[in-house]
Nanobody, 115 residues
Framework: QVQLVESGGGLVQPGGSLRLSCAAS????????WAWYRQAPGKQRELVAR???????NYAASVKGRFTISRDNAKNTVFLQMASLKPEDTAVYYC?????????WGQGTQVTVSS
């Protein structure tokens, strides 16, 4: 059974940092490009960052220079290191393959940036 479990979210002050993890089970992640997405209340889900099987990364303009996506194929896990967080980064964060054929979505992890 294919499953994605996101973790690492929480409440953080502006300027703070968080590291999100996405643990995959039931299938290896290594052949796919992976991405982190986020959805803020009342908004559509948006692509935040993606990483190719070879480690090439791309970022949304809003997070470039602040977020870093990485992957550990041996641990079947994708990470998102977030720094210099802003209130507008508040959202539920999800990971999934960067493909038209997504895996079943996980529950996401809530990130709240507030003083």
């Amino acid at each position: 059974q294919v499953q994605l479990v996101e973790s690492g979210g929480g409440l953080v002050q502006p300027g703070g940092s968080l590291r999100l993890s996405c643990a995959a089970s039931g299938r290896s992640i290594k052949v796919n490009s992976w991405a982190w997405y986020r959805q803020a209340p009342g908004k559509q889900r948006e692509l935040v960052a993606r990483i190719s099987p070879g480690g090439i990364t791309n970022y949304a303009a809003s997070v470039k220079g602040r977020f870093t996506i990485s992957r550990d194929n041996a641990k079947n896990t994708v990470f998102l290191q977030m720094a210099s967080l802003k209130p507008e980064d508040t959202a539920v964060y999800y990971c999934n393959v960067f493909s038209s054929s997504s895996w079943p979505w996980g529950q996401g992890t809530q990130v709240t940036v507030s003083s």
